[in-house]
């Protein structure tokens, strides 16, 4: 690893990701680019013909898939192109031309859904058994199930034009909260006594800071200048909120919750029992914050207390072969198939490695049906780096599961799943460190850390979650949404979950204001998922490690399930069941279980 960015063209070409593969160069890539423009006529020329025949159906259908696979190709080389270096201008130009090509291909299919719907229910039920229109059931049928929500062809034309001005009221906060309060942001003194600006990600990392008085300025620094935009954000969040029920008072659907959750075909039992679940489990989380005060040996424990570790950092350095010889070693569980297919794909083209001048920051898995998974992350030899990398590659081989089993139009799986594989994987090569690891600082650590991952994703998101469920009732029963509402609504809410070792006083009025600042609440009820993506996974891993190979079986079926099913249908395959508190309950039980271990270490 170097210490210094290197420029893309001196990245060696095996620390790159393998794109070559996708198209041999940039000629081949405006090729198909050329032939892509096609694609929006071949797609507008069914327009106004489904019904005619199922022939006609399985044409248009076929037409409509074959274009999205194509211009999907196009569009990640281009993407995966830019993100190598954002000031490279020939691919900031081949990226714009493909979004572009994207939306003209989507605005021309935009008719094939409201036609499809409007075709008889008795002639699309003997049309779905026919061997034209059968291998495309289950496809149809997910779109077919939104027909009692959907409204005559002028009422649908009146709701797409209202989407977009509807939008752009999370635009409206995305620009206060980034551009113009982030400009007003103060600098603040780190550890040093060197001045460090505050930003949204800055702040954090002063949260993190072993320095309490560090911890304290930033808080209340950041704080105020959202103190200021209360009553601004109010009114955005209550207009934001807003079209959230007119949306789904429009279809006819009971609530908000209802048409948030109607796409995965979930129940809005299993959001009330996962904070239900989370409610119960309360006691044990009051554990976890009393250790942490103790731990860090303060007579009163506050908010801007609740980032930093209670653990001192052990340390710990991997170069990128042996990040990838532990995760080998840790996923060994999921069978020889799996560890063999990753390790290709680890080693000979899927991910790029370091950071070079001019690349995106941050990870993620992409990549299309026609390619390998690709990996982008910014490896720096920490234990977190290899986390990432554990992460990133339960979503490739997920998604390269999904596509060595299904058809184009079922290998894409939905979010509520699309973090289960990803965190499974983070929890084998936990256990996997925590089985090899004797010292009591480095078990204490790593058990720390594994702890406030529950904090931050099951306990922290659930409470998120139900903020959400408590301002869409209340904005569905007619009250609006007041900054002062707000405040006193979340302030209770952090009460509830941190329990009675916070101090609350004067020092921690600032976290009343925290809702101003999270941009998932105009996401639409989307938090939740990550709270049961987290137990899934934990359950998941549990299963594998303690039932064996019956268990690993019922993970590989999930993982090669795409949208095959809906997201709870799968999980019920690998054996979890998100219709039951279980999941939820067994994930708290491991939070307690591990709780009880770092206790004890720290004794």
């Not at 209802?258 to 996962?274: E, I, K, M, P």
């Not at 009051?286 to 930093?308: E, F, I, S, W």
Request: hydrophobic share 40%.
């Amino acid at each position: 690893m170097n210490k210094e960015p290197r420029r893309r063209q001196d990245v060696p070409q095996e620390d790159r990701w393998n794109i070559e593969a996708l198209y041999p160069n940039d000629a081949a890539w405006e090729a198909d680019f050329a032939r892509a423009q096609s694609l929006p006529a071949q797609v507008e020329a069914y327009s106004g013909r489904l019904a005619e025949s199922p022939e006609t159906l399985a044409a248009a259908i076929r037409a409509l898939l074959d274009a999205y696979r194509h211009i999907e190709k196009v569009y990640v080389y281009a993407h995966l192109r830019n993100d190598e270096d954002l000031g490279n201008s020939t691919y900031q130009s081949m990226f714009d031309r493909a979004r572009t090509a994207y939306i003209q291909l989507s605005t021309a299919a935009s008719y094939f859904s409201p036609e499809l719907l409007a075709i008889d229910d008795a002639t699309m039920a003997e049309w779905l058994g026919t061997d034209l229109i059968a291998p495309y059931r289950v496809w149809l049928e997910d779109i077919l199930r939104g027909k009692p929500y959907t409204l005559s062809p002028s009422e649908e034309r009146l709701m797409s034009m209202a989407a977009e001005p509807l939008g752009a009221i999370s635009k409206v906060f995305s620009v206060l909260k980034n551009v113009d309060l982030a400009a007003r942001l103060p600098a603040v003194q780190d550890e040093d006594g060197d001045e460090q600006q505050l930003t949204h990600a800055s702040f954090i990392r002063l949260l993190e800071s072993r320095d309490r008085t560090v911890r304290k300025n930033a808080f209340d620094a950041y704080y105020a200048e959202y103190r200021g935009n209360r009553t601004t954000n109010a009114a955005i969040l209550d207009a934001g909120i807003k079209s959230h029920v007119f949306n789904a008072r429009a279809r006819g659907f009971p609530n908000a919750l209802a048409a948030a959750l109607f796409g995965d075909n979930v129940d809005v039992s299993v959001y009330d029992s996962l904070i239900a679940a989370v409610h119960d489990a309360l006691p044990a989380f009051y554990r976890y914050v009393k250790l942490r005060k103790r731990l860090l040996g303060v007579d009163d424990l506050h908010m801007y207390d609740a980032y930093v570790s209670v653990i001192p950092a052990v340390e710990m350095r991997f170069t990128y072969d042996e990040a990838v010889d532990t995760i080998r070693t840790a996923l060994q569980p999921l069978g020889q198939n799996y560890v063999e297919v990753m390790t290709e794909g680890l080693t000979s083209g899927w991910v790029d490695r370091y950071e070079n001048v001019g690349k995106r920051s941050g990870a993620y898995s992409s990549g299309c049906y026609d390619s390998m998974p690709y990996i982008l992350m910014n490896f720096t030899g920490t234990l977190d780096s290899v986390f990432t990398l554990a992460h990133e590659l339960g979503h490739s081989m997920h998604s390269w599961h999904s596509i060595q089993a299904q058809p184009y139009h079922l290998a894409d799986y939905r979010i509520l799943v699309a973090e289960v594989a990803s965190t499974t994987n983070e929890a084998l090569l936990n256990h996997h460190l925590l089985q090899v690891t004797e010292d009591k600082a480095t078990r204490a650590y790593l058990i720390d850390r594994y702890l406030d991952s529950f904090r931050g994703t099951l306990y922290r998101q659930t409470m998120f979650a139900e903020f959400e469920k408590l301002i869409h009732e209340q904005v569905e029963s007619g009250e609006p949404l007041t900054a002062d509402g707000l405040d006193a609504t979340y302030y209770d809410l952090v009460k509830r979950y941190f329990g009675d070792d916070v101090a609350f006083d004067e020092q921690d009025a600032p976290i009343a204001w925290e809702w101003s600042r999270v941009d998932h609440f105009f996401y639409n009820f989307y938090v939740y998922k990550y709270a049961t993506g987290m137990s899934s996974a934990i359950a998941i891993a549990s299963s594998i490690l303690n039932d064996g190979d019956a268990a690993l079986q019922r993970y590989l079926t999930f993982l090669s399930g795409g949208s095959s099913k809906y997201p709870l249908d799968l999980l019920k395959d690998a054996g979890v069941d998100l219709t039951t508190p279980e999941p939820v309950t067994a994930a708290l039980s491991e939070f307690e279980r591990l709780l009880g271990e770092l206790e004890a270490l720290v004794a």
